[in-house]
Every structure is written in structure tokens, then in C-alpha cells.
């Protein structure tokens, strides 16, 4: 148990369409960050959120978008939905300056599928 | 460019055996940590172990061990006395530097898949 925890843990989309996914951080964290993984890869860095401000973004464009709220929990935007969106979307948290070895800990994922 | 390299796509170890994952990795950044996640078919990523590239000695935690060798940028993860529970797949991650936007920015590999048979 991480105490991250996200939701739905799965959906299904249209083309086209928006979809909004939650993340609620353990608690004290003050970092949250968001990956995507495709099936058969690695998660791939989308973007990361402190003191609710966006400070570093991966190779994903400007339709990914997100929010984090005073409480620590987070949601992860896309709009205009493409068929290759279709992944396992992980959020993580962490708390920013504990230490180098600090991890970042990841819920259980919100599985999106586009049709 | 693959900033994380895992060359092994899958493995099959036997219960009781111990099984080496490797990784290396590509950085021009003096600061950098190393980490390995279990992913089981649920999805979530369970933190293993650390390594960072200031450290003299390689990082252990229980039956994980992590063979850290800088100069060929290589972390491989040894885990000992496997269990049926370890079969998931494995990645290897890093983040460089430690500044505030960089702290969440994780870099994976692509994966081993490891099956333990009894």
C-alpha cells in the first residue's frame, strides 16, 4: 500500500471525447507526477505538478493538460482523444527535498481504453 | 535517444534460484539516482530498491541486491532465493539531478518479465 490511490481504475472512450482521471496523494506529499504506459513498455514521463504549478513536461502535447489541488490530490486531463491514448495512466507522489533516495510512490493506474 | 537500457525481455527462473535483471543507462549529469520497480499484472509500480551515483557501496534491501557499476553505467538488480511471488515484470528507472522540476521525472526502461517456476 502506497496510500496513492486513482480513479476509475477503468474506462472506456470514444475518439474524440475528453476524459478526466483522479489521483489522490499520500498524504504530506507535495509532488505529483503522471505517466503514461502502453502496453508492453515503460511509463513515459507526461508531466509533473508542485505546489500546484506545472514544472517539467515530457514529450506529450499541449491536449494532456492537469490540475493539483491545495489538498494534494491531482487529476490528468486529455482531450481530443486518439486511439494510441489507449494506456495505463499512473500517477505518483512524493514529497520534494526529503532526499535523493526518496522515491516517488505510484497508485494502482487508471486503465483507458479508446475505440 | 534510450536513456534506460533493459536488453532482456524475459526470464524463467526456478524457485530458490537466484536471477540478475540488467540495466544500463545514459547520463552526462554528476547527480543521478537509479531505482528498480516490480510491476505485477495489477499495474502498480512497487518501489524495490535505490542507488544513487554518489554512493561507494551497493544498496541492498532484503533479498535485493543491486550490482552498481558506474564506470559502465550499468545497476543491475540481483534478487536472491527467488519466490513465486516475484514473477512481474521489472524496470529500471532514473532521475537526473535533484532540482525541483526533475524530482518526479522518472526515466524507465522497458522492462524484464520475470516467471519463477517451482
Known amino acids: 500500500e502506497t496510500g496513492v490511490t486513482q480513479s476509475p481504475t477503468h474506462l472506456i472512450k470514444t475518439r474524440g471525447q475528453q476524459v478526466t482521471l483522479r489521483c489522490s496523494s499520500q498524504?504530506?506529499?507535495?509532488?505529483v507526477s503522471w505517466y503514461q504506459q502502453a502496453l508492453g513498455q515503460g511509463p513515459q514521463f507526461i508531466f509533473q505538478?508542485?505546489?500546484?504549478?506545472?514544472?517539467g513536461r515530457g514529450n506529450f502535447p499541449p491536449r494532456f493538460s492537469g490540475l493539483q489541488f491545495p489538498n494534494y490530490s491531482s487529476e490528468l486531463n486529455v482531450n481530443a482523444l486518439e486511439l494510441d491514448d489507449s494506456a495505463l495512466y499512473l500517477c505518483?507522489?512524493?514529497?520534494?527535498?526529503?532526499?535523493?533516495?526518496?522515491?516517488?510512490?505510484f497508485g494502482e493506474g487508471s486503465w483507458l481504453t479508446v475505440v | 535517444a534510450q536513456k534506460i537500457t533493459q536488453t532482456q525481455p524475459g526470464m524463467f527462473v526456478q524457485e530458490k534460484e537466484a536471477v540478475t535483471l540488467d540495466c544500463t543507462y545514459d547520463?552526462?549529469?554528476?547527480?543521478?539516482?537509479l531505482f528498480w520497480y516490480k510491476q505485477p499484472s495489477s499495474g502498480e509500480m512497487i518501489f524495490l530498491i535505490y542507488?544513487?551515483?554518489?554512493?561507494?557501496q551497493n544498496a541492498t534491501e532484503g533479498r535485493y541486491s543491486l550490482n552498481f557499476q558506474k564506470a559502465r553505467k550499468s545497476a543491475n538488480l540481483v534478487i536472491s532465493a527467488s519466490q513465486l511471488g516475484d514473477s512481474a515484470m521489472y524496470f529500471c528507472?532514473?532521475?537526473?539531478?535533484?532540482?525541483?522540476?526533475?524530482?518526479?521525472?522518472?526515466?524507465f526502461g522497458a522492462g524484464t518479465q520475470v516467471v519463477v517456476t517451482p
Open positions: 542507488q544513487g551515483s554518489y554512493d561507494q
Open positions: 505518483a507522489s512524493s514529497l520534494l527535498g526529503q532526499g535523493a533516495e526518496n522515491t516517488i510512490y
Open positions: 547520463t552526462s549529469d554528476p547527480s543521478y539516482g
Open positions: 498524504s504530506g506529499h507535495n509532488t
Open positions: 505538478y508542485y505546489r500546484e504549478e506545472e514544472n
Open positions: 528507472a532514473m532521475r537526473e539531478g535533484l532540482t525541483t522540476d526533475s524530482w518526479g521525472k522518472f526515466q
